[in-house]
């Protein structure tokens, strides 16, 4: 198998996956859109899927990254929805706003006026506010009461629309544990981002977005399970 085929054969075990996931759940697959994190991936890899086009949503989670590779023509000349999904740095803010589509990561109201204070006339920028699901990791993000301040407080903004949440697993926590951590944030989300509207619950990367499939999770994030080059059965 060439690295081509190799990595067209990744995406079609996570695209298999995730429909597995749906009948188990018995969710409509077209409720889901599949986040390619490109943060880690060879160049021609994600042009492997942009050229064939596989993927749309593309995540990156450093700027200037992100900047030096969306901006070459080979990249640009794709049509992409481009996500930031790091921890945004306020200085970096006004560059971000001027170049992504979504920030998954917004988890503070300074960050999000500096982002709406920088947003190009008629851009909107959609954001998720990143929840945490555990004290114990250092992870960014709020817990979920203060999340959930945040993104009704964000609602006051009009050219940062809040359309969600965005959480990642505990280390190391065990699938039943998941499962109720996700399903409270998919409750939260439930009531916070009623159906009907244009609404994200971004949960699951490589490891656990089946159950996060399972569990609500409609914007899955996922990098090495696509990406990686020595994955098991390959
Ligand atoms: C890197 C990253 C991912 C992708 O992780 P994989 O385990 O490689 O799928 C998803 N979400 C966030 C926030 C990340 O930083």
Known sequence: MNREEMIVKNFQNVQAALLAACERSKRNPNEITLLAVTKYAKDEDVLTLLQKGLIRHVGESRVQQALARWTRPDFARFDTVKHFIGHLQ??????????????????????????????????????????????????????????????????????????????????????????????????????????????????????????AVEEGSSLPRIGSKLFADNLEGL
């Open 90 to 211: 306020k200085n970096k803010a006004a560059k971000a706003a001027r170049f992504f589509d979504f920030i998954d990561s917004l988890d503070d109201w300074d960050t999000a006026l500096t982002l709406e204070r920088a947003l190009p006339q008629g851009k909107t920028l959609r954001a998720l506010v990143q929840v945490k699901l555990t004290d114990k990791d250092t992870q960014s993000g709020l817990p979920l009461a203060q999340a959930r301040e945040l993104a009704k407080r964000l609602k006051e903004l009009s050219r940062v629309r809040v359309c969600g949440y965005m959480a990642i697993a505990p280390q190391g926590a065990q699938t039943a544990e998941l499962r109720r951590l996700f399903a409270q944030l998919k409750q939260a989300f439930d009531e916070d981002f009623a159906p009907g509207q244009e609404r994200y619950l971004s949960l699951g990367m490589s490891q656990d977005f089946e159950t």
